[in-house]
Every structure is written in structure tokens, then in C-alpha cells.
């Protein structure tokens, strides 16, 4: 079973819309981040949270809203999409006993009609 | 802000051939690099980590160097093989008093013919 997991994997939407992006992991890490990947951009980073009770916002937030409900569980919502959202969303997990290695989920595919 | 350029954007290469990929960054201030990898349609795979006190770190075919006064890693992929093809991904760990950065670079994007 992959450590981290995100669902679902694609996703159309309209604009306008609420959607939530899932993630999970059981790596026991407790840092988890949410990225957003565009061709031509790289990949920035949008939320990270470093415990339970821990949310910060990245390089491009706005738009975005994150819920930390467990240190295995991330959920990144966006609360009425447009169609610049339409992207490549990647969760990851890290944790300083392993020097803060990054370990990524395999993505969702968004797009916004 | 951190900069992160690579180069080659693309490299096509025969198999069996030793190859470099090239990491630059703008500010030395950095805690660390990653290098990833990424195949179509899949998440990153993370292939080396070199902390900032740390000048290369190996892993089988792989080596990746880090030059911190010039802003550079590179990395070294031995005796290519087709399934070495995917794209390269460098990130940078940058020291900030506004919390967590990571900046990545776009990417090279290596093909290896047999």
C-alpha cells in the first residue's frame, strides 16, 4: 500500500464550485504540505502544517483553505474554484528524524471547467 | 525570494552514457537540496538529500554535489538506462524567518534511448 495517498486522483469541476482534494498517509509523519503543480511554474507550495494544531500558509494560498482533522490527514479545499485552479495537486509528508525528506502522493488532477 | 534554475531543460541521451544535471540557486542561505524524480502522470520520488553541511551524498548510479558558495548542485547519473528516463526535479530548503520554504526548480526532462 502507498504511504501517502490522495483521492480523488481526477477531478472536473465547474467554476464556482467547492471542492475538496483528500490526503492521507501512514508514514507517522507529522509534517504534511499541500502543492500545486503548473507546467512552465514548478511546483509551489500552497499550506503546510508541522503538527495537529499547526497550519501555515505557502507561497500561493490564496483561494485555498486546509484542514488538519489528524496527523495522518490533510485536506486542502478550495471554496469556489476558477479555472486558473485547474492544476496538478500533490500532498507530501516529511518528518526531521528522517532530515526532513520529502515523500509526495502520487496527485490529483484537477480542472475547472 | 529563491531562485532555482535548471539546466538542460530537456536531454536526450544513448543508453550507457554518464550524464550531469545542473541545479543553480540564488541564496546560499539554504538548509538543504532534494533531488526528485518524476515519471508522466506520478507523484515526486525523492532520490537524494544533501544538508547544507554535507558536500555530496551517492545512492547506487546517483551522486549529487553541493556547492553552497556558488549556489550549485549537480546530479551525476552513471551508465544511463532507459528506465532512467523521467524528469529531474531540484528543491531548495531556504533559511527564512517566515516560516517554511521550499522553492523547486522546473525541471530537466531526461530521455534515454536504448
Known amino acids: 500500500d502507498a504511504d501517502v495517498t ?21 508514514k507517522g509523519h507529522d509534517r504534511m504540505y499541500w502543492y500545486r503543480q503548473d507546467p512552465g511554474l514548478g511546483l509551489r507550495l500552497i ?4 503538527d495537529v494544531k499547526d497550519i501555515n500558509k505557502g507561497e500561493i494560498s490564496d483561494g485555498y483553505s486546509v484542514s488538519r482533522q489528524a496527523q495522518a ?7 469556489s474554484a476558477i479555472p486558473n485552479q485547474t492544476a496538478l495537486y ?10 526532513d525528506t520529502q515523500y509526495f502522493g502520487p496527485g490529483t488532477r484537477l480542472t475547472v471547467l | 525570494k529563491q531562485e532555482v534554475t535548471q539546466i538542460p531543460a530537456a536531454l536526450s541521451v544513448p543508453e550507457g552514457e554518464n550524464l550531469v544535471l545542473n541545479c ?10 532534494q533531488w ?11 532520490l537524494l538529500l544533501i544538508q547544507s553541511s554535507q558536500r555530496e551524498q551517492t545512492s547506487g548510479r546517483l551522486n549529487a ?12 547519473i552513471a551508465a544511463s538506462q532507459p528506465g532512467d528516463s523521467a524528469t529531474y526535479l531540484c528543491a531548495v530548503r531556504r533559511k527564512s524567518n517566515s516560516g517554511y520554504a521550499l522553492n523547486f526548480g522546473k525541471g530537466t526532462s531526461l530521455l534515454v534511448t536504448p
Open chain 1, 6 to 26: 490522495q483521492t480523488p486522483r481526477n477531478r472536473i469541476t465547474k467554476t464556482g464550485k467547492r471542492i475538496m482534494l483528500e490526503c492521507s498517509q501512514t
Open chain 1, 47 to 50: 499550506y503546510y502544517s508541522f
Open chain 1, 73 to 79: 490527514k490533510f485536506s486542502l479545499s478550495l471554496e
Open chain 1, 90 to 99: 500533490f500532498c507530501a509528508t516529511s518528518d526531521l528524524d528522517t532530515t
Open chain 2, 24 to 33: 543553480s540557486f540564488t541564496d546560499s542561505a539554504i538548509y538543504n537540496l
Open chain 2, 36 to 46: 526528485f524524480r518524476q515519471d508522466p502522470g506520478k507523484g515526486l520520488t525523492s
Open chain 2, 65 to 76: 554535489s553541493l556547492d553552497k558558495s556558488s549556489g550549485r548542485s549537480t546530479l551525476y
